[in-house]
């Protein structure tokens, strides 16, 4: 697993964390195999996009008109404004459309918890970044947003389907950083999901690891 959905690269130590993971399921009695479920990534972002701005306009007009006054700069974070300035040119259609993929998702995951228990995955496509490597303060929308796509791959899917999924500190690089593992189970199976982290935290405990100050 070199690259996520939509051709994302996934960092080799994430890569690294999610194999180690498998192999200790494995080790406990569980079935593994490599399998994802099919859909349409860009699909989903395009949609995603819209609902953003859409509910981000929406979310500034309640304010404003609960203060009874107009936006002025400085009231929220650039790439806030231009989530905001984006809804504008929206239109209903788009609404519609974007609501009509995010089922379609949903749809396509309920069928692959059909045949199996849970997804295994990185959390993120990359270890935990820097401060300052994602600005909300600047003015490019369309660079933030591929920046941010290129980190989180694999949680989208369950923020749109409903499906419940917990990130586990179950991996660490040498200098001591957490890498997450993401587990995703089917819609309303939330005790399958603390049912197995437990287990896996049990064999792989992580509340003593403390960062090196």
Not at 126 to 137: A, K, N, R, V
Request: with cysteine.
């Amino acid at each position: 697993m070199k690259k996520a959905v939509g051709g994302v690269p996934v960092h080799a130590e994430c890569i690294k964390g999610v194999e180690a993971v498998a192999k200790l399921c494995q080790e406990l009695g569980h079935h593994v195999e490599e399998a994802a479920p099919d859909f349409n990534f860009e699909g989903l972002r395009w949609a995603m996009g819209v609902i953003i701005a859409a509910n981000v306009r929406n979310a500034l007009d309640f304010r404003l008109e609960a203060l009874k006054r107009e936006q002025r700069q400085g009231d929220v974070e650039r790439i806030t404004e231009l989530w905001a300035e984006q809804a504008r040119k929206l239109t209903a259609r788009d609404y519609a459309r974007a609501i009509v993929i995010v089922h379609g998702v949903g749809r396509r995951f309920g069928a692959f918890f059909r045949d199996y228990d849970l997804l295994l995955s990185p959390t993120l496509a990359e270890p935990p970044l820097p401060l300052g490597s994602t600005d909300m303060m600047g003015n490019d929308l369309e660079a933030y947003n591929e920046r941010l796509f290129r980190l989180i791959p694999f949680t989208p899917q369950f923020n749109v389907s409903g499906g419940p999924a917990a990130s586990l500190p179950l991996h660490w690089t040498e200098s001591g950083l957490p890498v997450g593992i993401q587990l995703g189970a089917d819609f309303g199976n939330e005790a399958l999901l603390f049912r197995i982290s437990a287990q896996l935290e049990a064999a792989r405990p992580w509340k003593d690891k403390r960062p090196t100050l």
